[in-house]
Structure formats: C-alpha cells, structure tokens
C-alpha cells in the first residue's frame, strides 16, 4: 500500500513517513531534486520511504511512474507550485482529491477576491492591470482607490507583492511589474489595515475545524517579508468560535469539501479580510508547530485525506503541548551564504532553541525583500506563543547570518555582506 508524495514543503517530510506508517502505509517521494529534502533526508533511517528522481513538471512521465506503483492509493501535493499538476494527477489516475477546478480557483488570488466579494464576505474587489492596457492605471484609482496592493494572481512567498499608497508608487509598481516575470496576472486589490494571521484549517465534507491560528509579524512598509510567527495566538474563545464560523463560510464559499488549508488573514477594524486561501498545511514550520502545539502528528489527517478517508483528527481533542513561534533568519546583505555565527551559544538559552537549515554553504542569496531570502529558522517553545515569540526573537538575535560578495566575472568581489 502505497502514497506517493510529489514534492514537498522544506520541513515535515519526516513526520509524513511517521503518518504513513501508522497508518499502514508506505510513501513514495517524486522529486527533481532529493538533495532539498537533505536535512529530513539525512534524519530519518535507512529505507523509510521510497524516493524516484524525476522531472515533477512532466505530467506524461509522472503519470507513467504512477501507474508502474504497485498498491498505489494516493497522492500528496502540498506545495503551491505543484498544486495543480498534484491536481491533474489525481483526476487521471482516479485518486481521491478535491475537484481540481477548486485547486484552480484557489491559485487565483484575483478570483478568489471576486468569489468572496460576490458571496459578502469581503469588501473589496479584484482589478486586473494587465501592462499592455493603457487604461488600466485609472481604472484601479477608480475601482480600488488607494491605498491598494498590486500583486501576482500566482504568486508565492510575499514575492511580486506592491503595496501602493500614493499614485507615485502605483506608477513605480507598474513599471517595475512590467519588467517581472511573473506566474499570473498583475491585479489589484484595496490594502486592508491591520495585524496580519494565518489560520490552520481542516475540512471534511465541508466542515471546518480551526486547529488554530498563526500570527505572522512582517517587515515594516512598504516591504511584506514574513519575519516571526508564533502558534497558537490565544483569542477569546467568543472570537475564536466567530472565527472559525467565518473561516468555514469562505472555504465553503470557494467550493472547499476536504483536507488542510492555510487562510491568510488581515484583522481589521470592521473585521477580518482574507488575504489568500493556499489548500494546504502551512509552510516553514508551521506543521511541525502544529504536532507540538497539539500533541499530535498532524500529517496522518494529510495521509487520511489522500486516501479519502475522514480524518480522525476531526472528532478528537487533541491533548495539547507548548506554544511554539519561529523567526526567518536573513543576512543583512545578498551573496554567497558562507555560514551561520552564534550557534553554540543557543544550548545555553530558554525554550530549546533550535536552527532549521534552508540554506547550504555556497548557495546564492539575491533577494531580501521577500521570503526567498532566508537561511534558516530559529524555533523555540514556552507556555504560551507570545512567550515563545519572545524566546525565539532573542535567540535570532544571538546569531548571524553570513554571506560574501558575489564574485564578478574577472574574479573580483562583488558587493555583499
């Protein structure tokens, strides 16, 4: 009996095996390149899961490595740039999976806005600005007004996200988008003030539970880098129950029956405005704060929902755990990633700090102004989030993300950190 798993998020993977094999299950990894996944890899023993080495892009021959899988009864995609091949996947092999026309919608962020615009349960709408429409620049002053948010329908990790707050920046971000390449559409949307959540859903049959939320603290503006977050953030339970009443009413609202999602969220002044719907578990270490913070091993509900089952998590309470919270760890400069200072001094600190790599030595690090720029993770735990946030802030700022110059074509240092 077999699950194949096509990618992955960075962390988790782990965990994973451990669902599948409580569940009598064996899983297959399908990836481009298994050196990712080297430090889950390297921590699990010998044979615990299958892995082939193949071009994830290419639906014919992952279709043939599929159909060639003896006892295959499932399929895992939990990454945003394989999502709808995972979807395309499941309808050909007639594997269970939510209708992939939902998988769609939700990689549409413009459509997603207009679906809950349309349903009441936002106040803005979506305006495309194609760059090639010479109206498209007052069209968005008019409809969406200022402030707004200009960003990719496709987009991922806070990468092509503007945030335009006077008409010199809505021209800069459309010249600037002009020359990106980009996984959508340009579109805008109204900036919705306030502090920024993540909410950890499960759905079966349409019902959801909320498992909890996330507080995402970003960068200052006009930037939208995620920097620190922590789980689970302690609301009223009168507010978590409106919560999760909401958050059932906008994943029904987008035709979502099944499995993880993890809802964006902005609380404002007059209530909470989505900001995107990913049909997953959360990246990062969200997962892995799931498990702790609950007391169980989240992914067998990711492993049950591939089989089409109802997931156990759904009817239990789990026992609960410590509070986690975790920072990115970003060098001050681009360039070479050549190491990490301060990590002896961890051991000695509150709540068990500890590194998650993302980065190995030699990688290049270009970009700082979004989340393709860090080198690890800092995790820690405490008694509740807001104490783990302050342990793991403290910890971050032990350490020191290194980078050199990018060397220059003649063999010279280029400007670096």
């Known amino acids: 009996m077999t699950v194949a798993c096509l990618e992955s998020l960075t962390f988790g993977l782990g965990r994973l095996v451990d669902a599948a094999g409580a569940l ?6 399908l990836t481009r390149d298994p050196s990712f996944y080297a430090y889950e890899l390297d921590r699990l023993p010998p044979g615990s899961l299958d892995v082939v080495a193949t071009d994830t892009f290419d639906v014919e021959r992952l279709t043939g490595h599929l159909q060639d899988t003896p006892g295959l009864r499932g399929l895992i995609s939990s990454t945003d740039t394989w999502t709808l091949t995972g979807a395309r996947l499941t309808a050909r092999l007639g594997l269970p999976g939510l209708d992939p026309s939902v998988l769609r919608l939700t990689r549409d962020k413009a459509a997603v806005r207009d679906r809950l615009h349309g349903a009441g349960l936002t106040r803005g709408r979506a305006v495309e600005v194609p760059a090639t429409d010479p109206g498209a620049r007052e069209r968005l002053l008019k ?15 806070s990468q092509n996200v503007w945030l335009v ?126 498990c702790r913070a609950l007391g169980v091993n989240v992914y067998e509900a990711m492993v049950e929902t591939a089989l089409g089952r109802r997931p156990h998590l759904m009817d239990t309470e789990p026992p609960g755990g410590p509070a986690v919270a975790f920072v990115l760890g970003y060098p001050a400069e681009p360039g070479v990633f050549t190491g990490v200072a301060g990590l002896d001094r961890l051991p000695g600190m509150p709540g068990t700090p500890t590194w998650y790599p993302v980065r190995r030595v030699g990688d290049p690090v270009e970009h700082l102004d979004d989340s393709r720029g860090y080198a690890g993770i800092v995790y820690a735990e405490a008694e509740t989030a807001e104490l783990a946030t302050h342990r793991a802030v403290a910890a971050a700022g032990a350490l020191r993300v290194l980078t050199e110059p990018f060397p220059e074509p003649d063999g010279r240092r280029a400007h670096g950190g």
């Open 24 to 29: 009598g299950e064996r899983l297959l990894l």
């Open 143 to 157: 409809e969406v007004g200022l402030p707004a948010v200009v960003k990719d329908t496709a987009g991922t990790g």
């Open 165 to 290: 707050r006077n008409e010199e920046e809505l021209d800069r971000a459309l010249g600037e988008s002009a020359g990106r390449s980009l996984k959508g559409r340009l579109f805008a949307e109204p900036y919705f003030s306030g502090p920024v959540y993540s909410a950890e859903t499960l759905t079966w049959d349409h019902r959801t539970r909320l498992l909890g939320v996330s507080s995402r603290l970003m960068s200052p503006e006009p930037r939208f880098r995620e920097e620190i977050t922590a789980f689970p953030v302690a609301f009223p339970e009168p507010r978590r129950a409106s919560l999760e009443r909401w958050l059932g009413a906008v994943l029904d609202a987008v035709g979502y029956t099944d499995r993880f999602a993890h809802v964006e969220f902005v609380l404002t002044a007059d209530g909470p405005e989505v900001v995107e719907i990913n049909p997953r578990i959360g990246g990062a270490l969200v997962g892995e704060g799931l």
